[in-house]
């Protein structure tokens, strides 16, 4: 398997798990006018997961279908966090998406694809960063 496509489905798997982790914060968390702030974060990273599936298949890959261990480990923290209340759910998902952010740089560096590396840079860092950015705010608002 390529570099380009181990990669890719790296990135993919922790997608998935993103995806899953929103989906139970969102059935978790009750403060008031944060709802649509996890939903705007689940949906980009759902589109991130639909980009990363057709850009694996257009280089020949197979894309990955389940978060691996990633998702697992996510629904551990998100059902942790669901025992200490709203505040400690935001908390893990901006760790979440800080920790995706690290992930993406990494790869940026460590993809040596031209087209993936480019791909990383302008389609999928750029949402990242968006994510990361609401949630911190969000958490720093909280505290």
Known sequence: MSNAIECLNGLLRGEISAVE???QARERISLPGV???LEEGQLSHHRRVQKLVKFIKKIGGEPSDDAGPWGAFANFLEGSAGVFGDKASIDMLEQGEDHGLK?????LENCKDPAAHTFIKEELLPAQEETHSV????KHTLH
């Open 21 to 23: 982790t929103y989906n």
């Open 35 to 37: 709802a649509p702030m």
């Open 103 to 107: 992930v993406y740089r990494d790869e």
């Open 135 to 138: 949630m911190a705010n969000l």
